[in-house]
């Protein structure tokens, strides 16, 4: 089916034995029925297909066939892919994007409910409003993509080298950085619950990249940056009304683990007390 689609969440890039280098993509449609797009080899898409955040893209999408988390689909033809004008504006206190987004989706605020419906496949995708902010956290972590993983696109290379040239392929087949810190928020639901998750959105991994070149290669001044955009602007300024996009991920998914879900997006609107919603 043809669908239009407002593109809500866009994953750090992650490198797959199966897929090489995919980015989670989700997203509502023209109702606020919740997407995901799996897999997408986004630096490999046409510059035409490159979509951003809040920007409405139109699609053939199928179900997934591999993938039962309820959401969850996969596009049918890379071709059928095209953007539809451009990412919706922050004007006016996010109007159009309360409008086409916030608007029509349920807004979380107990973290046990909705693990609940997600051990029963009711859900993999929330809006989720923190009743606490606690902290925000960073920790260093391996900073090498695992070796089988980049085998796979050094095959990847060998095997499209006779229909790209050279230049094409060196910019499709890049490998992008790995975030060599985990940034995570810790927070308290409606109940109390006290939970720490990972932020996975691609805009935290390219601002440390963007903090880390303005501060010449010094990396704690660099996740310092990134800790006074997402801490101490977004949420002890009380100038926004944060709010996290929660994805479960796959494999945790169908083990129904205690807590499946990893932070895909975060999302900062500002603070508008005549708004009913965030």
Not at 57 to 69: L, T, V, Y
Not at 80 to 88: D, E, Y
Not at 112 to 120: E, F, K
Not at 184 to 189: G, L
Request: net charge positive.
């Amino acid at each position: 089916m043809k669908e239009k689609i407002l593109i809500t969440v866009k994953t750090y890039p992650t490198l797959s034995r199966k897929y090489a280098e995919l980015v989670c993509t989700a997203g509502v449609n023209e109702s606020g029925e919740w997407r995901r797009i799996y897999p997408v080899r986004f630096r490999q898409l046409l510059d035409g297909q490159k979509y951003r955040k809040f920007q409405w893209i139109e699609a053939e999408i199928e179900k997934s066939g591999i993938d039962c988390r309820p959401e969850s689909y996969t596009i049918v033809c890379e071709e059928s892919l095209r953007i539809l004008g451009k990412p919706l504006t922050t004007k006016n206190k996010w109007f159009a994007r309360r409008e086409a987004f916030l608007n029509k989706v349920p807004v979380h605020n107990d973290l046990t409910a909705i693990i609940q419906a997600a051990h029963q496949n009711g859900l993999s995708l929330a809006v989720f409003k923190p009743f606490e902010w606690m902290k925000f956290t960073y920790e260093p972590v391996e900073g090498e993509w695992d070796a089988k993983k980049l085998a796979i696109l050094e095959a990847q290379r060998r095997q499209l080298h006779l229909f790209k040239d050279e230049t094409t392929l060196a910019e499709e087949l890049k490998v992008v950085r790995k975030l060599p810190y985990k940034f995570s928020y810790q927070f308290k639901d409606v109940r109390g619950k006290e939970t720490k998750l990972m932020i996975e959105d691609w805009e935290i991994g390219a601002l440390y990249w963007k903090c880390l070149r303005s501060s010449r290669g010094d990396e704690a001044e660099a996740v310092c940056k990134v800790k006074m955009k997402y801490w101490d602007e977004f949420v002890l300024s009380k100038r926004f009304s944060p709010a996290l996009i929660l994805g479960t991920t796959l494999e945790y998914h169908n083990k129904k683990a205690p807590n499946p879900f990893v932070i895909i997006g975060v999302l900062a609107p500002p603070l508008d007390l005549q708004q009913r919603l965030l």
